[in-house]
Nanobody, 116 residues
Framework: QVQLVESGGGLVQPGGSLTLSCRAS????????MGWGRQAPGKQRESVAT????????NYKDSVKGRFTVSRDSVKNTVFLQMNSLRPDDTAVYYC?????????WGQGTQVTVSS
């Protein structure tokens, strides 16, 4: 099992930027991918970005391509989500995710609000 702690959420104006961080602890050697999902009020949780530990390939939700960048510091077991050109429809609770070895673990979430 992996424990995940997110940080970096907050309130930002449309067009602004935020960077989220997530540090993993526990059985990190079994992680095959890390990433971010989000859940807006009244909506289902959706995957936003994923990075694979082997090779570093990435996947993005179509609506965030070109605006969000996921990256990973393998030494510190930390994954980042750089979010630029934020829009009001990016408002959600953002959750860090780690997958591998038959498990999917989630962090507690951090609120991102995009509003003027």
């Amino acid at each position: 099992q992996v424990q995940l702690v997110e940080s970096g959420g907050g309130l930002v104006q449309p067009g602004g930027s935020l960077t989220l961080s997530c540090r993993a602890s526990g059985r990190t050697d079994n992680i095959s991918s890390m990433g971010w999902g989000r859940q807006a009020p009244g909506k289902q949780r959706e995957s936003v970005a994923t990075i694979f530990t082997s090779g570093g390939s990435t996947n993005y939700k179509d609506s965030v391509k070109g605006r969000f960048t996921v990256s990973r510091d393998s030494v510190k077991n930390t994954v980042f989500l750089q979010m630029n050109s934020l829009r009001p429809d990016d408002t959600a609770v953002y959750y860090c995710q780690a997958t591998g070895g038959g498990f999917v673990d989630w962090g507690q979430g951090t609120q991102v609000t995009v509003s003027s």
